[in-house]
Structure formats: C-alpha cells, structure tokens
C-alpha cells in the first residue's frame, strides 16, 4: 500500500544527477513531498527507440527494495512482471542438480528486468510531475553555490570546456543537489577535490558478460523457472536469472587474465570448447553463444568506498555513494533503501534538510560498509563453497536451527534479504557470532551422519 507523505516545508527546488533506478525512486519520493525535482541524464530516455539502454542485466529484488516501492504504490505493478526464486540451483560440470532454498517456505527474491523497472519508475515520475532533461551531462558540480554546470548538446570533447563561450552550457541554480549517478558519479567528482574526502575504488580480478538462454517451444523454461541457477567452477561460475518470456539472462563471472580467462579465449573455437567443457549443459541451450560472447561487452566490477556523502547542500546517495559488486543481489535494493531512510528523515525532521542529511550519511555508512563487505564474501561462496560439501552440510545444520529457533537462530542470508528492519551492519555483526559458533559444530566427529541428532537448543543458546 502507498504510503501518505506529508509535506512539511515550502517548495524547494531539487537537482537529480543520474535518472538511473536510484535516482528516479528518489525523484518519486520527493515529489510526492512536494518539491519541484529535476533529474539531469547523460544518456538518452531508454524508452524512446533508439536510445542507448546501458545494462540490461537481471535484477534480484527482495524485500528491501519492495518496501520502498510499497511506500511509492509501485510494488504490486512489479510484482506483476517478477519472478520469484525460492533458492539456488547448482549445476556441476556433469549437469548434475542440486539446490537449497533461500529461507523458510514462502520466502523468495525476485527476477526482474532492470531496463523494465527502470522505465515503469520514469513513467511515476513524470506522472507525478518531475521534469527529466536527457542527453544532459553535468560537467561540473560547484558545491559552495549548489550550481551545476550542464553541457546540453554533448559538446564536451576531451574535457574541454571552450563550449561556454558559444552558450553550449548552462549554469543551473537548485536548492539541493542530489548524486545519483552511479559509480562513475560526475557528483561525486566534486567531492574529490575538496578537503578531507576519503575515496577508494578497488576492482577484482573478474569481469562479467552477458549471455542469453532463449525459450524452448512455445514460450517454455528450459531450466527450473523458480530459481536462480549457478554454475559454480572454484575460480568463476555463471549465473542464470528467469524472464517472463521463458529466456533466461546468463551472467559470465569470469577473470579478465590467467588461464582460463577472458584473455584466453581467442578464437570462437575457444570459446565453443570451452562453454562445452564447463558448462556442457548450458551451452546445448545456448544457440546464439558466440554471436552473445562476441557482441555482448566485457565489463569491470568494483567496489566504491567514500565519505563523507554531504558537502554543504549536495548529497550522493546509492552507487555514487557506495557501490558494490552484485554478489549478493543487494546493490539495488540497498540503493532503495537509501531513499526509503532519507524520506523517513524528512518525515521526522520535518523536511529541515540540515538535521536530514548529517544524520542520513552517518546512519547508512556502516550499512554501507556491511553490505559492500557481505557482497565480496559472497562471490567466494557462489563460485567455490557451494559445490563443498562441507558448506553445504554447514548450510543443512544452519537450516534446522532457523526451522526449530525461528527467532533466534536467522542465517545471514534470509537477514540480509528477507527481514527489511534490520541493518546491513547489525545483520554482519550477527552472523560472526553464529560463524564462530558454526565453526566449533563444524568440527564435531563424523558429523555428516550425527548431525541430525545434535543438541540445537544448545547451539541457539551460545548466541
């Protein structure tokens, strides 16, 4: 159900950079505040033919992110077009299947298409009465003036900035400035040249690409429709996310160097060898491989940390602020609830912006943190530990503990995805006392036949 917004303050006028997931969720909000917003995009309206779309990847909604649609009244059109995943489904080199669920029955994430989403959250917007300025690149941000200086013609060639005096760009004045603009923000930007900004970027080893697995006859899944599907292989693995249409959206998490890596893969040949070695049951459902490893971009993943997110009257906000790799699926959600917490301030200061925004960036950096960590670790055990059988019996144990101790025992999972109350940092602070406990069961003699017949209440009590 949408949630009653109340405004408390006269019009103030509000610059949006980056008309992105994050960025146009947030220009809902606050327009239904009552500010005038503005939202400024490099690129093209994606919902216009011809416009370039960015990343098409599948997304992994959960509850974070669906609680903030809820307060907007977008949740149930959403839900619409998602499909659920109840749990992972691992596929070995021999198309062997095996899986475990995410939580307890009824918990699920969601597939949805990020270009899709997108678009419906640009269509509120505007609705609602925001304007959007397209194929507008900020090329400068005065954070003293809250000014932004846009070139409106894409006239800007290596940086330079004679354009100004042939009335190219334009000097814009906002009451407050917003960096939604992802993690390459032209915001954030300013914030490197002034005094006392911490920034660092860190990039792994892995690149990704997207690769597609069309429909069977008549609109068929040709893989388990309610799952998200992995092929684990120790150093990579691939992805799979469902699509309404019957497809699948393939991800290939992959090294940039070494043997095997994207460098190595040369020719189509080897390319065709190696999906067929690998990955043998995908590639017999990928009829377009080469065409999609060819076509299909290779792009980096990196984690961004910074601080702080305020300067005077400018705020970054999602990935501008902190980004993170996708191994958790939690990258948008957590973007979500960065604008779910700052309405929630506005709420409770009263629109009074100069409480709001010291207080937002002191209570999300530590969640920030959390989830950018949580993020990290998750790529080993998507990639590696899911095909060990000594995680995969820590993961039964864990189970019967949250099945018989609902409330007190919660894997680090379903906190982080399914309980939308709790912090990203509370939930990492938990789960190392249940990994240190985990790690003394784990050590039990002959345990993969006992350890049905362990003391649980036992264990729950340590916590």
């Not at 995009?41 to 609680?67: C, F, H, P, W, Y």
């Not at 040369?266 to 080469?290: G, H, I, N, S, Y």
């Not at 240190?436 to 340590?462: C, H, P, R, Y």
Request: glycine share 6%; aromatic share 10%.
């Amino acid at each position: 159900m949408a949630q009653n917004l109340t405004i408390f303050s006269p019009m103030k006028n509000i610059a949006i950079a980056g008309a992105g997931l994050v960025g146009s969720l947030l220009a809902i909000y606050l327009k239904k505040r009552g500010y005038s917003v503005t939202v400024f995009e490099r690129r093209g309206d994606m919902r216009k033919a011809g416009a370039e779309t960015g990343r098409s990847i599948n997304l992994a909604l959960s509850n974070r992110g669906i609680r903030a649609l809820q307060e907007v009244g977008l949740a149930d059109e959403l839900k619409k077009v998602a499909i659920p995943m109840h749990g992972r489904m691992m596929h070995d080199k021999h198309g062997s299947l095996s899986s475990f669920a995410y939580g307890k029955e009824g918990q699920f994430i969601n597939s949805v298409s990020r270009s899709g989403l997108n678009m419906v959250l640009m269509n509120e917007a505007e609705r609602l009465g925001v304007e959007f300025r397209f194929e507008q690149r900020i090329v400068k941000v005065d954070l003293e003036r809250t000014t932004l200086l846009v070139d409106s013609n894409q006239s800007i060639v290596h940086g330079q900035l004679s354009a100004i005096d042939h009335g190219l760009l334009t000097n814009k004045n906002f009451d407050y400035i917003i960096g939604a603009d992802g993690a390459f923000s032209a915001v954030r930007t300013a914030f490197q040249f002034t005094d006392r900004f911490d920034y660092e970027q860190d990039y792994i080893d892995h690149g990704y690409k997207e690769l597609h697995i069309p429909s069977g006859a008549n609109g068929a899944f040709q893989l388990e429709k309610n799952y998200l599907h992995i092929w684990p292989r120790e150093s990579f693995m691939m992805i799979a996310l469902p699509n309404p249409d019957g497809s699948f959206t393939c991800t290939l998490f992959f090294p940039f160097e070494g043997d095997p890596s994207f460098s190595s893969l040369k020719t189509k040949q080897d390319v065709q060898r190696f999906f067929k070695e690998t990955f043998p049951d995908a590639q017999l459902l990928m009829p377009d491989l080469l065409e999609d490893f060819e076509s299909n971009p290779t792009s980096s993943l990196v984690t961004i940390r910074c601080y702080p997110w305020v300067r005077n009257k400018t705020l970054l906000i999602g990935d501008a602020a902190h980004a993170i790799v996708p191994f958790y699926g939690q990258g948008m959600n957590a973007g979500f609830e960065d604008c779910r917490i700052l309405n929630n301030l506005l709420t409770k200061h009263s629109d009074n912006w100069e409480n709001v925004l010291p207080e937002f960036q002191q209570l999300r950096k530590p969640d920030a943190d959390a989830i950018a960590q949580l993020a990290l670790d998750n790529f080993v055990e998507m990639r590696d530990l899911v095909a060990d059988s000594d995680f995969l019996l820590r993961k039964k144990i864990e189970a019967k503990l949250y099945e018989l101790y609902p409330d007190k025992w919660i894997p680090l999972y379903p906190m982080v995805t399914f309980m939308d109350t709790m912090r990203y940092s509370d939930a990492l602070a938990i789960s190392k006392k249940q990994s240190k406990i985990m790690d003394v069961v784990m050590k039990t003699s002959n345990l993969e036949n006992t350890w049905q017949s362990l003391d649980f209440g036992a264990i729950v009590n340590q916590l």
